[in-house]
């Protein structure tokens, strides 16, 4: 006897095959012109809030600058990134340290804040009193950097976020952004300065004097010792100054890490994530309206991207988007018990 059901279900399963293969062809060619056509309208096209977008995002990166530079000139990128720039003031401005009064000196609190956004997933920690701010580093310096997990557990911190810049060096000599071997700028630690600079070169700086107040912008290595800095970094750009918005990328789309301090003396920690499909990150601007929100009136950028992290009580608390989890890196701010 024959089966009816069999053959039709044969002669079905034979058009289906049919028709994905007539199909196929299209879905590929589909593909090419989105592949070819998307770049055109992303950098050539009338969208010029996308461009703008694309064009910061990539070029905060170390990794992924390509994607803008195989298609714009230095000169047209440079105007992009200039025109998109939002703020107050300039970072050449000097943050006024009598704004600040140190006012819960040996609280031992440490409150943590979630922000979550249609775009980002934030955390921040607020700690109320500033001595208890430190710069630890790689103890593997000049040969690799350490997780900011390592860092602060290396240093009994009872919490922590990624620090400043690094570069490695590689047999030839030259210069990349890697393992977090060599930090990047004025690193002071415990008073002691650990990294080789030009002590009268100025660089944006996260530092922290013996009083516990948070300087930022632009100051050399000597300026900071004679103002009795005890801790420091290096990063830019600084966020905000003397409760002013410094003038800074109001479009990328990136993860971030940023500190701030509030009139009477807490220091806010700030961790964003992004660089996922569903929540790209957030832009500086929206860094300093966070901040500002929170009440601090000197801020300054930190290394965000694939670094960008915060520990807390044992266990990191964000989510890190480099491939591997959590980046080595070659300086963390971390805060004592």
């Known amino acids: ?10 002669r079905k399963n034979k058009k289906n095959k049919r028709t994905f293969k007539c199909f196929l062809p299209f879905i590929i060619y589909e593909i090419i012109v989105v592949i070819i056509t998307a770049p055109i309208l992303v950098f050539y096209g009338p969208f010029k809030d996308v461009t703008n977008m694309v064009v910061n995002t990539a070029m905060k990166t170390f990794t992924h600058q390509y994607i ?5 000139s230095n000169e047209k990128i440079n105007q992009i990134m200039k025109e998109s720039k939002s703020g107050e003031i300039s970072e050449g401005e000097t943050e006024n340290q009598d704004n600040v009064t140190i006012k819960h ?31 630890g580093y790689t103890k593997k310096l000049g040969q690799v950097g350490q997780k900011t997990s390592e860092i602060a557990q290396d240093n009994g911190a009872i919490a922590a976020i990624n620090g400043g810049g690094f570069v490695d060096k590689g047999t030839n000599g030259k210069l990349w952004v890697g393992t977090g071997a ?31 107040k948070l300087i930022v912008g632009m100051h050399s290595l000597d300026e900071l010792l ?29 993860p971030r890490t940023a500190i701030g301090q509030k009139e009477d003396g807490t220091v806010v920690l700030l961790v964003i994530d992004g660089r996922r499909v569903s929540k790209p990150g957030a832009t500086l601007k929206e860094v300093q309206n966070i901040l500002l929100q929170q009440g601090v009136v000197n801020a300054t950028n930190l290394d965000g991207g694939s670094s960008s992290t915060m520990y807390l009580n044992g266990e990191v608390i964000n989510n890190p988007c480099d491939w ?7 300086t963390a701010i971390y805060i004592k018990p």
């Open 1 to 10: 006897m024959i089966d009816v059901n069999k053959n039709r279900k044969s």
């Open 68 to 72: 803008a530079t195989t298609f714009l």
């Open 105 to 135: 000196s040996n609280d031992k609190g440490i409150e943590r804040y979630d922000i979550p956004d249609k775009r980002f997933d934030g955390y921040m920690l607020e700690v109320k009193d500033p001595a208890r701010v430190k710069v």
């Open 182 to 212: 060599y930090p990047d700028g004025i690193v002071i630690s415990g008073g002691e300065s650990i990294n080789k600079v030009n002590p009268s070169e100025k660089v944006s700086v996260a530092a922290f004097t013996s009083t516990g």
């Open 226 to 254: 004679s103002q009795n800095v005890k801790e420091a970094i290096s990063f830019d750009p600084p966020l905000i100054i003397n409760g002013k918005t410094v003038s800074v990328d109001a479009v990328g789309l990136n």
């Open 324 to 330: 591997n989890g959590e980046r080595t890196v070659a």
